[in-house]
């Protein structure tokens, strides 16, 4: 059984930063890509950024692109999210999750994920 948890939300000011870690549980998580959803109230789940089993590709969407960053470090079982520049938009329970197969090509369905945080929740305030 793998389980994922999340830490690091909190509140904060427009335009600042925060960052967000998953730690994960299990010895195979180094042979996994893994991803950060948000969901905000009202609205459907949606992909943040994805990072491949070695690191080595980590898309985003659009509309964080240049202000979050995904990394991950195998050797603690860990991945995390440097989210800066915060605008009140991005105001959102963040999830982490294993992606289920194709560990060198991100996926960004939600359906495509098979192991789930709890999240945690950012906040953004004007």
């Known amino acids: 059984q793998v389980q994922l948890v999340e830490s690091g939300g909190g509140l904060v000011q427009a335009g600042g930063s925060l960052r967000l870690s998953c730690a994960a549980s299990?010895?195979?998580?180094?042979?996994?890509?893994m991803g950060w959803f948000r969901q905000a109230p009202g609205k459907e789940r949606e992909f943040v950024a994805g990072?491949?089993?070695?690191?080595?590709?980590?898309p985003s969407a659009d509309s964080v692109k240049g202000r979050f960053t995904i990394s991950r470090d195998n050797a603690k079982n860990a991945v995390y999210l440097q989210v800066n520049s915060l605008k009140p938009e991005d105001t959102a329970v963040y999830y982490c999750?294993?992606?289920?197969?194709?560990?060198?090509?991100?996926?960004?369905?939600?359906?495509?994920?098979?192991?789930w945080g709890q999240g945690t929740q950012v906040t953004v305030s004007s």
């Open positions: 299990g010895r195979t998580f180094s042979m996994y890509a």
């Open positions: 990072i491949t089993w070695s690191g080595g590709s980590t």
């Open positions: 999750a294993r992606q289920a197969k194709s560990a060198g090509l991100i996926r960004t369905t939600a359906q495509e994920y098979d192991y």
